[in-house]
């Protein structure tokens, strides 16, 4: 009888090990993610080499008679690595590395908290049963098929202007993020709460919380970090897109999403401003996509029969 | 023999690592040839790579011959062919043999239809005659698998086997996973079939009874090789190799002959008959009076386990006094685990009392009954799933510690080492996982876990049925000497009653949800009064083809109606 999770339990670090020796594609979003990430991380230091800054107006990088960028492929050249905005002249390379940070930040941010949300009440669904796993469910379908973009632009809206935007987004984001990973982590516990060493651990007399801690937690990784990578791109995403719509990062902070809106308006004449932040955000969420099934081929047993 | 039907000539399997290594045997037509070996011995893969069953990445060599054709050189056309029409195979689970969404009927006539033209009507017919062959009515053909038993299950799966008449059947472990009174059924059944068809049967099994019951001659496995065959009785009564040897010693087989009408029970009360302390209902319906004497530790009282309106345990009554064992016997569905579930406090019983040394375990509430639990030690039936899979063993061992004392660092450590010495694993194990264990040793580090705080009662729901013969001797020796050192109470549930005879000082069997039967294990496994005891008894096999042969005639004997 073989059963999904009686499976060697490798290290999860080893299993990832594994997985990028093996597996290309997962390679090249790790990659990707970490070239990403660093430039996140850089972005001042990297700016600093530059000689520029994502808030500094450049006029003189800019054709006086139209209002775009002088030069050729939107003002690229050694000055300004991806050239300038329109109008402004602020230096995009500047825009796309500190808007990596932004995303990045309320990305993994927001996929923290529905993380930690969607364990703990998964788990209290799937091992306490009865009522608590059906008012899970059914809140967790309902949140699913709820209309959170245009909440998310309410709520923009209607929260006064003193309240910090990235933690709003971060909270809100991360709020309608919580059903997948507790769906998943319901379905893995009810496997494991049937499973003896389970029961031995109720039979001594341990309490939930000592059960959740030691017994399943452990064996819960796996798919946890499975689900949470796969829903980091979806939160870039959606930053990107309640930026793009106006209520997400406001100006000055550098948002790709807001970026990549401005550029729509110029893509006619000023093809490239579009080209960076948009293949930046590409680029971010196809990494942690591929990065994300890579893991899932090599943590879920279930999938091993492919290889 | 002058040309036998299937031969095998130095068959080696490779997958990563060889698992069948030039294994060569022959099986003559009409003839039951087992291949007996414990897990790992490649006796199941060796059968598989003559049907081409085999998943994808083995490599096969050697020779394979049905008939004078060599089964390996066969096309996927032509083995399809040979498959069904003249290799039938019989599955061990026939649970997942079938497919739940049609009736039985039809997936027979679809095997019917397969290797032969047949009309509707035609197939129809066949379909009743095939049931009516394996003993099941014809109206059988109408239900799906899930209204059906294991055991009818089992000869549905048989029929289709033998529905195109094959020359050859091969039956893996066909009776593993069916309860013993079903085993001697269907066993009854392949004996029966091979007289009627001419059919030779390739039967692979762990069980020596099932060897000693059925077959003519005997292959023995070991690590991918066959390191002894011959006729079953020589091979039985005088083995050359060692390993056959140690595999026959190690067999728990009953001692006691076959059961004869019980004599000299006196009516106690309207429906109850007993001798001395053995106790049996003569009713129906009733359950024994449960009598603890002073100061049990274990007592139950009117126990009723209820799931929704099926009632799995009805008001049963049962004790355990300080250091006995005592052995709860039954077939699935008995109510065996449900009573452990009410003991352990994972089932909430729907009335009665379950009494720990005088305190009802099923009021108390809060850090009492945490306290209580410390005193209940539980070793399970499976020990891959008993232990967390990423946990040591040492954090395993010391869970109940860690929950229930204050021992931390170099204390609990070293009480972990007592442990493991205990229960004879090296302390060096202490940081493996489970998975680099054996099923010996990952049992041997359950017990040490249930053990770990010197409980006054064990649970032992079925311990050696997931292990080897070899192993399960073993882990059985070590329970009886912890046993014996520790004196804690110990109830033993299994539906083996040769492993409850070694180690049981009372035995109590359960029969629907019922104790029908109580006493001695002495005296109930040799005397049994209650008819369902007496049927449970002859159908357990011996691993002795000449007392088996004794004790299959007394059991068609209790068949007979």
Known sequence: MSHPIAIPARSVGRAVAAMLRRDRWALAGAVTIAVLGLAAVAADLLTAIEGQDPYSYRTEALDPRTGGPAGALGGVSGEHWFGVEPLTGRDLFAIVVHGARTSFLIGLAATLVSVVLGTLVGAAAGYRGGWVDRVV??????????????????LGAVVPGHVSRPLLLVLVIGFFGWPSIARIVRAQVLTLKKRNFVSAARILGASPWQVFRTEL?????????????????????????????????????????????????????????????????????????????????ALDPKTDVRR | MSSPLLRLEDVSVAFDAPVADEVSYSLAAGEVLAVVGESGSGKTVTAMSLLGLLPGGATVTGRALLAG??????????????????????????????????????????????????????????????????????????KYPHELSGGQLQRVVIAMAVANEPSLLIADEPTTALDVTVQAEVLELLRDLRGRLGAAILLITHDMGVVADLADRVVVMREGRVVEQGPVAEVFAAP?????????????????????????????????????????????????????????????????????????????GLHIGRGEVLGLVGESGSGKSSIAGAVTGLIKPAAGA?????????????????????????????????????????????????????????????????????????????????????????????????????????????????????????????????????????????????????????????HRGRVVETGPAGDVLAEPLHPYTRRLLAAAPVADPARQRERRKAWLELQAP
């Open chain 1, 217 to 297: 937690l452990p064996n819960l990784w796996a798919p946890i970090i499975v689900v949470a990578t796969l829903s980091i791109p979806g939160n870039i995403g959606l930053e990107a897109a309640l930026s793009f719509l106006g209520v997400g990062i406001p100006p000055p902070t550098p948002s790709w999403g807001r970026t990549i809106s401005t550029a729509v308006d110029w893509v006619s004449t000023e093809p490239m401003f579009l080209f960076f932040p948009g293949i930046a955000l590409f680029l971010a969420t196809w990494a942690f996509t591929v990065f994300g099934d890579g893991l899932r081929d």
């Open chain 2, 69 to 142: 054709r060599d089964l390996f050189t066969l096309s996927g056309e032509q083995l399809r062919a040979v498959r069904g029409n003249e290799i039938g195979m019989v599955f061990q689970e026939p649970m997942t043999a079938l497919n739940p969404v049609f009736r039985v009927g039809d997936q027979l006539a679809e095997v019917v239809r397969a290797h032969d033209d047949r009309t509707a009507a035609q197939a129809r017919q066949r379909v009743v005659e095939l049931l009516s062959l394996v003993g099941l009515p014809a109206d059988a053909r109408r």
């Open chain 2, 240 to 316: 050359r190799h060692e390993y056959t040897r140690s595999l026959l010693d190690s067999v728990i087989s009953l001692s006691a002959p076959p059961p004869a009408e019980p004599a000299g029970a006196v009516e106690i009360s309207p429906g109850v008959v007993a001798r001395g302390a053995h106790v049996a209902v003569t009713s129906p319906g009733l359950s024994v009076p449960d009598r603890p004497g002073e100061d049990p530790v274990l007592a139950l009282t009117g126990l009723t386990v209820a799931y929704g309106r099926f009632r799995a345990v009805e008001g049963i």
């Open chain 1, 137 to 154: 469910t059914w809140t967790a379908d309902v949140f699913l098929g709820f209309p959170y973009l245009i909440f998310m632009i309410a």
């Open chain 2, 354 to 510: 379950v009494s720990l040394a005088g305190q009802d375990l099923t009021r108390l509430r809060g850090r009492a009954a945490k306290r209580v639990r410390g005193r209940i030690g539980v070793v399970f039936q499976d020990p891959a799933s008993s232990l967390n899979p990423r946990a040591t063993i040492a954090r395993s061992v010391a869970a109940p510690l860690l929950l229930h004392t204050s021992l931390r660092g170099a204390e609990l450590a070293r009480r972990v080492d007592e442990l493991l010495d205990a229960v004879g694993l090296s302390a060096s194990l202490r940081e493996r996982y489970p998975h680099e264990l054996s099923g010996g040793q990952r049992q041997r580090v359950g017990i040490a876990r249930a053990i770990a705080l010197d409980p006054e009662l064990l649970i032992a729901d079925e311990p050696t049925s997931a292990l080897d013969v070899s192993v399960q001797a073993r882990v059985l020796d070590l329970f009886r000497a912890l046993q014996a050192e520790l004196r804690f109470a110990c109830l033993f549930i299994s539906h083996d009653l040769a492993v409850v005879e070694r180690l049981a000082d009372r035995v109590a069997v359960l």
